[in-house]
């Protein structure tokens, strides 16, 4: 199994649709990370979460929300999606911070129409 | 505002030849800086990382450089392997702040 598991894996879903997109680890880690991948513009970062109580935004969090189930669960969440939340998800997870770099998902591919 | 930039969104190289991906960064307060690879279809993975009191990181065939004054970081691929072929992301942090900013990216390819 592999070590950060992201569900769905590819995903098309209508414009205002309420979709969720979900993380699980077996790293035992503490931070957790949502990027999203879009072509010329890198991996941006819209939430990320040190622990379960704790839950920040990153630079493109609008449109987002997410929720820290567990240690292991982090869960990101469209409220109202929208076409130009078309793009590749990515869920990362980290020991003690950047140092020992990032261990990623394999990613949600998300399409909204 | 694009605080880690790869200006060059593809790379072709030939096999055996070296293979040097760029990066520059604005911010001055990063001190910590991290390179990515990406296959089709699956995560980043990391491949190497660099501190700014060192200007040069080793490990096997990959090399990244660090020039603070310029605010440029490259990595070399030396000799280059058709399995290199990939996405590679540049990535800088500052450390405490524990997040990485990312650059675009440059997809590289080696050519038999």
């Known amino acids: 199994d592999a070590d950060v598991t992201q569900t769905p894996r590819n995903r098309i879903t209508k414009t205002g649709k309420r979709i969720m997109l979900e993380c699980s680890q077996t790293k035992g880690h503490d931070r957790m990370y949502w990027y999203r991948q879009d072509p010329g513009l890198g991996l941006r970062l819209i939430y990320y979460?040190?622990?379960?109580?704790?839950?920040n935004k990153g630079e493109i969090s609008d449109g987002y929300s997410v929720s820290r189930q567990a240690q292991a669960k982090f869960s990101l969440s469209l409220e109202s999606a929208i076409p130009n939340q078309t793009a590749l998800y990515f869920c990362a997870t980290s020991r003690d911070g950047v140092d020992y770099g990032y261990t990623f998902g394999s990613g949600t591919r998300l399409t909204v129409v | 505002d694009q605080q880690v930039k790869q200006n060059s969104p593809s790379l072709s190289v030939q096999e055996g030849r070296i293979s040097i991906l760029n990066c520059d960064y604005t911010n001055s307060m990063f001190d910590y800086f991290l390179w990515y690879k990406k296959y089709p279809a699956e995560g980043p993975t990391f491949l190497i990382s660099i501190s700014s009191i060192k200007d040069k990181n080793e490990d096997g065939r990959f090399t990244v450089f660090l020039n603070k004054s310029a605010k440029h970081l490259s990595l070399h691929i030396v000799p280059s392997q058709p399995g290199d072929s990939a996405v590679y992301f540049c990535?800088?942090?500052?450390?405490?702040?524990?997040?990485?900013?990312f650059g675009q990216g440059t997809r590289l390819t080696i050519n038999p």
């Open positions: 990535a800088a942090s500052i450390q405490g702040a524990q997040k990485l900013v």
């Open positions: 979460s040190f622990d379960v109580k704790d839950i």
